[in-house]
């Protein structure tokens, strides 16, 4: 029989729609690629081209996936459990108490396992002598050399022997906030609150011809100052910077804070700025003596710093305003400090009106950054014939507790202002590491000085240089926050 035109339109209808159902059955059956990666204290899961990260709170060793849950391995943190229902959103839903060093996984039965090792400590005398050891050897005079002693167990700390029977009560930094960290040791490891723990890390060091030691490099000793069963929250001194995973163990030594010489925070920026307004004395005007900055401290010893210092003016009769921008680079360690500037600032010696010239810089601190430091500041400006003294700057920082220093300042000179002033620097949030806040409230007096033109009256065609001022007590307030 032959086909009809409308029999050849069905077949060819037929068949396409067979084939467009193949072509999406096996689109469907095409498996989504998808993965899981550790990244320090992140997961990544890249599924379907998209990756996203989870933060763990912990380093992770080793992880595995069971359907719609991850499992992370972070040694003595225990083992973080991850929900990945959304692959695009996976979220940490829980911290699991491995009552050991959780360092891999493997699936028994259907179910997933940790490996947990321990390290043990046990006296030579109570260990049992081997059956097949003959008496001379148990007893017997030792011929030949004497052997070498051995070695103390990986994780031993140096230094120190655990009393006999007993194993040393040791933990790590599960998390890390302002100021403080969470170890995972608590009250039924021994602690109390007001407890020090000395937090350190362990690395093998080389002696000589491939012999090799263990060595522990202690970081901080901190205060506990909450506790629960498996945890504690142990404060951290100023300047004081702990990672997760660093290791802790109880100690009877003093915590390490420091209020004189405090250690320098390295690879950080600090954000300043402050605010002095003032009411003019002398003649209808009120007025401020204010300054902006910032600065970077790298984790070597140099930093930069970059702003306006300073920025004074008044407004009313005779209004004046007078500036200095300096770019400054220093050698910065945690003791002195040593820089060189350049820039531009205003020059008030020129009658004919405030000036715009080139300004050299000079920056000097002796002491910490956070403790007991005098700082110096020079400026020398670029005149007609040669360099002119610009003026000097000084500050003051006396630490009075570890949150509290008092501030003494002043300074001046023929860019157009001089001032003096008294203060207090208050750590309000923080430890001087990421996310500290300070704030300087201060009281003091000013005087802001700018050229003025005099023209006598009646006007005979010749004026004169001159100069105004205006100057009272001022209140400030300063702001340093470091992200």
Request: glycine share 14%; charged share 20%.
């Amino acid at each position: 029989m032959l086909a009809t035109p409308r029999m050849n339109a069905q077949m060819f209808r037929s068949t396409l729609t067979l084939a467009l159902v193949a072509v999406g059955a096996t689109a469907a059956a095409q498996p989504v690629e998808s993965s899981l990666a550790l990244d320090g204290t992140d997961l990544i899961v890249r599924e379907g081209g998209r990756e996203s990260r989870v933060a763990l709170g912990c380093a992770g060793g080793a992880v595995v996936r069971q359907g719609a849950r991850a499992y992370v391995a972070c040694g003595l943190a225990g083992v973080v459990e991850v929900d990945l229902t959304a692959p695009t959103s996976p979220r940490r839903v829980a911290l699991r108490d491995a009552g050991g060093d959780a360092v891999g996984f493997f699936v028994a039965d259907g179910a997933v396992w940790t490996r947990i090792t321990r390290t043990e400590a046990r006296p030579v005398e109570g260990l049992a002598v081997r059956a097949d050891a003959s008496a001379a050897q148990v007893a017997g005079p030792v011929a030949g050399p004497v052997a070498a002693p051995v070695a103390a167990p990986v994780g031993a700390p140096v230094g120190r022997t655990p009393s006999a029977g007993a194993e040393e009560r040791r933990g790590r930094v599960v998390s890390v906030g302002l100021g403080e960290v969470v170890v995972d040791l608590g009250s039924s490891d021994g602690l109390s609150v007001g407890a020090r723990l000395e937090l350190f890390r362990e690395q093998w060091t080389r002696l000589d011809e491939g012999d090799r030691a263990l060595r522990l490099d202690s970081i901080a000793i901190g205060e506990v100052t909450v506790l629960s069963t498996r945890r504690a929250r142990v404060r951290l001194g100023t300047g004081e910077r702990v990672t997760v995973g660093v290791l802790a163990r109880p100690t009877e030594a003093p915590a390490t804070q420091s209020t004189i010489a405090p250690p320098r925070v390295g690879g950080i920026w600090e954000i300043h700025g402050a605010l002095r307004p003032f009411l003019s004395l002398e003649r209808l005007a009120m007025g401020g003596l204010a300054h902006a900055e910032v600065v970077y401290r790298g984790s070597g010893p140099w930093s930069v710093r970059a702003g306006a210092v300073p920025l004074a003016f008044a407004f009313g009769q005779d209004a004046v305003i007078n500036y200095g921008l300096m770019l400054t680079a220093s050698y910065d360690s945690r003791l002195f400090e040593l820089g060189l500037g350049l820039g531009v600032a205003s020059n008030t010696n020129n009658y004919d009106g405030a000036r715009d010239t080139l300004a050299l810089g000079q920056r000097v601190r002796l002491g910490a950054i956070d403790g007991l430091h005098l700082v110096v500041q020079n400026a020398f400006l670029l005149g007609n014939t040669s360099f002119l003294y610009g003026g000097t700057s000084a500050t003051v920082q006396i630490p009075a507790a570890a949150t509290l220093a008092l501030i003494f300042r002043g300074g001046g000179g023929i860019t157009g202002y001089g001032f003096g002033e008294a203060g207090l620097r208050i750590r309000v949030r923080g430890n001087g590491d990421h996310g500290s806040l300070f704030l300087t409230p201060s009281v003091g007096g000013v005087v802001v000085q700018g050229p003025r033109r005099e023209c006598p009256a009646p006007f005979d065609g010749t004026c004169y240089g001159g100069s105004t001022s205006h100057g009272g007590p001022l209140v400030g307030l300063g702001v340093e926050y470091r992200p």
